[in-house]
């Protein structure tokens, strides 16, 4: 069947529109970790310790949800205000493995494209080229928050005792929806992993993907691009703007949350602590304090690290700096680039929203962030427009029917949940349900392993002090022990 | 940074401001220089004369510890930022004419530089072991004596490793730092499209770094030409430089023996 849709467009979706083509996406599965790359996370409010879980879903939704774009443009319902809507285009419905179930929405026909390069000879899948003039631009070290979305090919295996599958799967990407992945929340310690780091995207292709510029480089290969119809200049302001944040804005976000000793000791630690499991907890907010503080130093000298007067006024001036710029070139529009998000929006959120959604005791950065009112009201419409189980909303797990559209997971929800937030209501009453069933595999596991060290304890003591042995066939010297505790015994009886 | 400048707005430019910087010949590096340059064109471009000093210890004079910096009054600035704005609470500023949007794209662009092509030149110049053995070790040392020249090298090589794995650069080889410098070039050269400058007609400090980074990395030797090939693959960019500097050098360089300088330049990190 021919391609309806010519590759080249500029707004063509980036996958083929071949009715049949199997798109296999690879089974991304991403574990969450609060170490270096991603300094900051957030509670949706003080009761919801999940730094594992938010930055990285609020980036990767907002990255993994622009990342194709939809075939009829004009009328994006990705980005209209209310989640119904958002449901009603991008269906949870139809799982990777079940591509013919879904009929597609019939593609409208193309505006005429601008001069394009020369079609590929035919339509397969997966083989649009981008334009060459829009190269994607990946900056160099910017930490593109992708992470934690896996996608419902519900057969692989899914320990549920370290994952646990936080939202429904998106639509196959012929239909232009977002790209087949679904978030999944760690709540386990970083171990596990391979490369100790999160985010981490496992794929099926490529194992685990740990850095965040590698695992947008994967996901561009798969031809999920965000930026594919930036402008020229477009992407290399992009670039600027990110550079931009990582200078000014990244250091001063990790000193306030790592290393100004209010806001670390009575939020950060706390909140990590609360979230890792044992043992890690003890020691892990501690590791990741003193390696921020270390790459503070490295970054801006020591005389800054040791005048607090000096860092408040410089360096925070110029984070204010930063926040206010981004405010002028946000303007009133509702994206960076117009109405469809690009990557930079992912990255500007990801780093102003657990600025804004934090409780802080010490939060300068942050009430000037709220001065901000086009600033707040764009983290405020990307957080309900991508991440709206994250408002508090509970989803319930089903069980074992993976045939099911709406999986999620009962998430540790907040009891209190702040007042900036759009989703509120009704979720709230299912809150402490879900809390209490997040709580549940982790209880019976640490139950489990109480009542395993209880017992190995107790046979342990047994053998070393003779209570109990193992008889061997001759005389050992464990048998010895006992006979000559029951002598004793009975010397004592007598 | 200083911020102490900003009592002594009331005094004018004076005539004998000077500008630090490490030796011409033997001793200063490629970000140094580009540093270095930079600053120059700005104030240039401002129209404020001023004088360029090298010293060996410039490094160790400097305030923040980096060149180049500038002794004026009795204030001394270091680094272009803060030059920046010091100039510009004396009454000399070149971005007045932007509005919001464009004062924030320059400054994004600003750090675009500096966060791409300055930190290429130090991996470049610290982190790859040819050039560390045949071009930095030679020339960070040269004005003092074995060992303390070599206990110098290192001392600072290790610090700016440091630095590098603290942003996440270590891990990088020299073809992805390279394909980093073309990225932020095309970024650039893109920006720049067909106008004579970054913003409208008249340059800002933003051309000015960019100028100082390009210039140097396009007429600086290395061991190999890797660097600069990616940059000449812009020729608006290399238009560019070429602009500024028959503008706003080309009077500079006839003060100062003009072939001599610009042989100079050309075998600067022989």
């Not at chain 1, 232009?176 to 981490?200: I, K, N, V």
């Amino acid at each position: 069947t021919p391609c309806p849709i010519t590759p080249s467009h500029p707004i063509a979706p980036l996958v083929s529109c071949a009715p049949d083509c199997t798109f296999s996406p690879s089974h991304l599965v991403v574990l969450p970790c609060p170490v270096s790359l991603l300094p900051l996370h957030f509670p949706l409010s003080h009761h919801t310790p999940c730094p594992i879980a938010l930055p990285h879903p609020i980036v990767t939704r907002v990255l993994l949800n622009t990342l194709i774009t939809p075939p009829h443009l004009t009328a994006p319902p990705f980005f209209c205000a209310s989640p119904a809507s958002l449901h009603s285009y991008a269906p949870l419905l139809p799982l990777p493995h079940h591509p013919p179930l879904h009929p597609p929405p019939p593609p409208p026909p193309p505006p005429p494209p601008p001069p394009p390069p020369p079609p590929p000879p035919h339509c397969t899948p997966l083989s649009i080229t981008p334009t060459p003039h829009s190269t994607p631009f990946v900056p160099a070290h910017s930490p593109f928050l992708i992470t934690q979305f896996v996608p419902l090919p519900l057969h692989c295996s899914v320990p549920t005792s370290l994952y646990t599958p936080v939202t429904a799967s998106c639509p196959s990407p012929k239909h232009g929806g977002p790209a087949p992945c679904t978030p999944h929340l760690l709540s386990a310690a970083p171990l596990p992993l391979p490369s100790g780091h999160l985010p981490a995207l496992k794929t099926r292709d490529e194992g685990t993907i740990s850095k965040p510029q590698q695992i947008i480089t994967h996901l561009r290969k798969q031809k999920y691009n965000a930026d594919y119809d930036l402008s020229a200049t477009q992407s290399a302001d992009t670039l600027a703007f990110v550079s931009l944040l990582e200078e000014k804005l990244l250091p001063v976000l990790i000193h306030t949350f790592w290393v100004d000793a209010k806001n670390y000791v009575e939020h950060t630690r706390k909140w990590y602590a609360e979230t890792i499991p044992f043992p890690l907890n003890f020691f892990l907010p501690n590791a990741m304090h003193k390696r921020h503080l270390e790459r503070l130093q490295l970054m801006w000298g020591d005389d800054y690290m040791e005048d607090e007067e000096k860092l408040e006024k410089e360096l925070y001036r110029e984070a204010r700096e930063c926040l206010t710029l981004l405010s002028q070139r946000l303007g009133s529009q509702k994206f960076f680039f117009g109405d469809s998000p690009a990557s930079l929006d992912a990255l500007v959120f990801s780093r102003l929203a657990p600025l804004m959604k934090a409780k802080l005791p010490n939060g300068k950065l942050q009430q000037h962030l709220k001065s901000l009112q086009n600033l707040c009201n764009y983290c405020t419409s990307i957080l309900s427009l991508y991440f709206p189980w994250d408002g508090g909303e509970s989803l319930t797990l089903q069980g074992g029917d993976r045939a099911q559209p709406a999986l999620g997971l009962r998430l540790s929800l907040p009891t209190r949940i702040p007042a900036g937030d759009p989703l509120t209501g009704a979720p709230r009453a299912a809150g402490t349900d879900g809390a209490e069933g997040e709580e549940d595999p982790h209880k019976r596991r640490k139950q489990l392993l109480s009542v395993l060290v209880g017992l190995a304890a107790m046979l342990g003591y047994a053998f070393l002090s003779g209570i109990v042995s193992i008889q061997r066939g001759g005389v050992g010297p464990a048998g010895r022990q006992p006979v000559a505790l029951e002598e004793e015994e009975e010397e004592e009886e007598e | 940074m200083n911020l102490g400048f900003l009592c002594s707005t009331a005094e004018p430019w004076p005539e004998n401001a000077a500008l630090y910087q490490q030796l011409k010949e033997e001793q200063i590096l490629l970000s140094d220089n580009a540093s270095s340059l930079a600053v120059q064109a700005f104030l240039q471009m401002c129209n404020l004369p001023v004088r360029v000093i090298c010293r060996a210890n410039a490094e160790y004079m400097s305030p923040s510890g980096k060149v180049p910096f500038i002794h004026v009054g009795n204030q001394v600035v270091s680094e272009l930022g803060p030059i920046v704005q010091f100039v510009k609470a004396k009454g000399h500023s070149l971005s007045d004419g932007l509005d919001e949007v464009q004062k924030a794209e320059m400054k994004a662009y600003m750090e675009l530089v500096n966060n791409m092509l300055l930190t290429a030149e130090l991996y470049l110049q610290w982190c790859d072991d040819v050039t560390v053995e045949e071009i930095t070790y030679p020339r960070y040392g040269s004005p003092y004596p074995w060992p303390l020249n070599r206990i110098l090298s290192y001392q600072k090589q290790w610090e700016v490793r440091r630095k590098m794995k603290a942003i996440g650069w270590a891990g990088k080889t020299l073809e992805q730092v390279l394909e980093d410098v073309d990225q932020c070039c095309h970024a650039l050269s893109q920006r720049l499209g067909t106008q004579p400058y970054f913003f409208n007609k008249q340059p800002t400090e933003l051309d000015a770094l960019v100028f100082g980074h390009l210039f140097t990395i396009l007429t600086t030797q290395l061991i190999t030409d890797e660097l600069s090939e990616k940059v000449k693959n812009y020729s608006n960019l290399t238009a560019f430089c070429r602009r500024i500097e028959q503008q706003y050098f080309e009077g500079h360089e006839k003060d100062s023996s003009t072939t001599a300088a610009h042989s100079s330049k050309r075998s600067l990190l022989r």
